[in-house]
């Protein structure tokens, strides 16, 4: 089986290249890209940057080569009910754009369903927003639906579901729905949404209580980082023929 994995940042996948250190290199620039063979597995792992047009990019880039057995996407995300406490992983069951009334339902096998219950797995909806939004509007928006605000989700479902490629997305919680980033994330990214130091330390200068801002988030996506990754890698190390009929069980559905 071929599996190709997205990754939007180096944050959220290094902990897994640690639990594997089998990775190889294919390329490090612009972006990584990484190999794993495990039994009966071929793994692709690639960062795409954040963002829609960045995910976009790459997810198409790698799928004209060859379409994989299964894509999955996993990062991290904005909690967007109570219940989604920092670190908590979450598997993605639906998907729309904020703006949007149209979702992406994700179709799961009953093996499927148990394994993640097992691993106390949270199904939620992903709001994919193409910048940050605030939370606490967008809670309301879902009306105490479990959900988690990102910037990818719904367009890279999109592009699976077009191509009839099995698709699944975990995410994990960096910063809860009590809690705002502190800082305007464009004021530290580029247009392309790469975080630049130059940027981030003139924000610091300017305002200082950004430090405790970025310090929170940095504590946060350690641990969801963490909790993701360990999940991650006990899925991919599930026995080659469970994980294939696992795979081969998702569907995407427009509704």
Same mark, same amino acid.
């Given at each position: 089986?071929?599996?190709?994995?997205?990754?939007?940042?180096? @944050?959220?996948?290094?902990? /897994?290249? $640690?639990?594997? *250190? %089998?990775?190889?290199?294919?390329?490090? #620039?612009?972006?990584?890209?990484?190999?794993?063979?495990?039994?009966?597995?071929?793994?692709?792992?690639?960062?795409?940057?954040?963002?829609?047009?960045?995910?976009?990019?790459?997810?198409?880039?790698?799928?004209?080569?060859?379409?994989?057995?299964?894509?999955?996407?996993?990062?991290?995300?904005?909690?967007?009910?109570?219940?989604?406490?920092?670190?908590?992983?979450?598997?993605?069951?639906?998907?729309?754009?904020?703006?949007?009334?149209?979702?992406?339902?994700?179709?799961?096998?009953?093996?499927?369903?148990?394994?993640?219950?097992?691993?106390?797995?949270?199904?939620?909806?992903?709001?994919?927003?193409?910048?940050?939004?605030?939370? @606490?509007?967008?809670?309301? /928006?879902? $009306?105490?639906? *479990? %959900?988690?605000?990102?910037?990818?989700? #719904?367009?890279?479902?999109?592009?699976?579901?077009?191509?009839?490629?099995?698709?699944?997305?975990?995410?994990?919680?960096?910063?809860?729905?009590?809690?705002?980033?502190?800082?305007?994330?464009?004021?530290?990214?580029?247009?392309?949404?790469?975080?630049?130091?130059?940027?981030?330390?003139?924000?610091?200068?300017?305002?200082?209580?950004?430090?405790?801002?970025?310090?929170?988030?940095?504590?946060?996506?350690?641990?969801?980082?963490?909790?993701?990754?360990?999940?991650?890698?006990?899925?991919?190390?599930?026995?080659?023929?469970?994980?294939?009929?696992?795979?081969?069980?998702?569907?995407?559905?427009?509704?």
């Amino acid at each position: 089986m071929k599996i190709l994995i997205l990754s939007a940042l180096p @944050r959220e996948y290094l902990p /897994l290249k $640690r639990l594997f *250190p %089998a990775f190889r290199v294919v390329r490090s #620039a612009p972006y990584g890209k990484f190999s794993l063979d495990l039994p009966g597995k071929e793994i692709i792992l690639v960062e795409t940057g954040m963002g829609p047009g960045a995910v976009e990019k790459v997810a198409r880039e790698e799928l004209k080569a060859q379409a994989p057995d299964l894509m999955l996407f996993s990062g991290f995300a904005g909690g967007l009910h109570p219940d989604l406490s920092i670190g908590s992983v979450c598997v993605v069951t639906s998907t729309r754009h904020v703006e949007a009334e149209k979702r992406v339902i994700f179709h799961f096998s009953e093996e499927m369903v148990r394994f993640l219950y097992k691993n106390q797995v949270k199904p939620v909806l992903a709001l994919t927003a193409k910048a940050p939004e605030n939370k @606490r509007r967008l809670w309301a /928006l879902v $009306r105490g639906e *479990p %959900a988690v605000l990102d910037m990818e989700t #719904a367009w890279v479902a999109e592009a699976a579901r077009s191509r009839e490629i099995p698709f699944i997305c975990f995410r994990a919680i960096s910063d809860p729905v009590d809690r705002e980033l502190g800082f305007d994330l464009q004021d530290i990214c580029d247009e392309n949404w790469e975080v630049r130091p130059l940027r981030v330390l003139k924000t610091v200068v300017k305002r200082p209580p950004t430090m405790w801002a970025f310090y929170r988030l940095w504590r946060g996506s350690s641990l969801a980082a963490k909790n993701l990754c360990l999940f991650v890698a006990s899925f991919l190390e599930l026995p080659s023929e469970e994980f294939g009929r696992m795979a081969a069980e998702i569907k995407l559905e427009r509704k």
